[in-house]
């Protein structure tokens, strides 16, 4: 499989399965546990369980679906929770509003991710924990993140709890 032009890992799984995997799932526990008499009236709500430091979340990735699923899975735990689609919205967001987290998917179009890292960084913005979310995983990809000012390295497709575990370390 090719993600922006380089070989995703691992190559037989469609970078987004997490997202999809999740929602099917969820349909199958409540197919698996029709609601009763007493639950069948409610609103369905929030997950009882969000986490216990609410923060402001930028992610930022040029697939729409990805990133909105993303941002719904943040909210869900209590996140507040921006959406940039591009490296230049990204930077002006973060320009305007720091957030305490930065998702950021490496194969951006125009500016990529390494180099919207670089300028975050450069800005002053230091406090914001910046996480890469990308289809690549070789050691030297993680060095290459490094060096550009990223605090940890995810590889797509990536759990949720993963990702909670990376944003509250």
Same mark, same amino acid.
């Given at each position: 499989m090719v993600h922006h032009g380089n070989k995703c890992a691992p190559p037989?799984?469609?970078?987004?399965?997490?997202?999809?995997?999740?929602?099917?799932?969820?349909?199958?526990?409540?197919?698996?546990?029709?609601?009763?008499?007493?639950?069948?009236?409610?609103?369905?709500t929030a997950p009882a369980s969000p986490d216990p430091v609410?923060?402001?979340?930028?992610?930022? !990735? /040029?697939?729409? /679906?990805?990133?909105?699923?993303?941002?719904?899975?943040l909210r869900l735990k209590g996140h507040a929770v921006r959406v940039a689609y591009n490296g230049a919205d990204a930077l002006e967001m973060v320009a305007n509003e720091p957030p305490s987290v930065v998702l950021l998917d490496i194969g951006l179009p125009g500016i990529d991710g390494h180099e919207v890292c670089r300028r975050i960084r450069e800005s002053?913005?230091?406090?914001?924990?910046?996480?890469?979310?990308?289809?690549?995983?070789? !050691?030297? /990809? &993680?060095? &290459?993140?490094?060096a550009a000012g990223f605090d940890a390295h995810a590889v797509k497709p990536v759990a949720l709890a993963e990702i909670l575990k990376i944003i509250s370390s």
């Open positions: 037989n799984l469609n970078c987004h399965a997490l997202y999809l995997s999740l929602f099917y799932h969820g349909k199958r526990k409540l197919m698996n546990n029709p609601p009763n008499q007493s639950t069948q009236n409610r609103l369905p609410a923060r402001s979340i930028l992610v930022v !990735d /040029d697939s729409i /679906d990805a990133a909105e699923s993303m941002a719904m899975l002053g913005v230091t406090e914001a924990r910046i996480i890469a979310l990308t289809g690549h995983g070789l !050691d030297e /990809d &993680r060095e &290459r993140s490094k």
